[in-house]
């Protein structure tokens, strides 16, 4: 099953696009097994990660490099900005 995790850009290139992200694990939600939020994390957004990528404890830094097997678009997804607590079964491909 996919990790749920909570990132940000870090970085962008010359045209703003990023290209450089700081994940963390996400918290689970109380009470709903099987979901994850970003509150309290300091982070923009949501994401879905290949599982055990991302650390139990502390930051992740990837990059976004063509071929890269540990870059951010190999690894992780970026979910819906709107929701604010998501389904790990969500992550689903």
Known sequence: MPDGGCGKPIERDA???P???QLVKAHPTENHPGYFN???TDMAFSTCCLPNKL????T?????KKNDPQA???LCRQTKQ???ALQVEGCGP
């Not at 650390?55 to 502390?58: L, S, T, V, W, Y």
């Not at 992740?60 to 976004?64: A, S, V």
Request: with cysteine.
């Open 19 to 21: 290209i450089k992200w």
């Open 72 to 74: 951010y678009s190999n």
């Open 82 to 84: 709107y929701k604010l």
């Open 55 to 58: 650390p139990q404890h502390g």
């Open 38 to 40: 970003c509150l309290g």
């Open 60 to 64: 992740l830094t990837l990059m976004d």
């Open 15 to 17: 045209e703003g696009k």
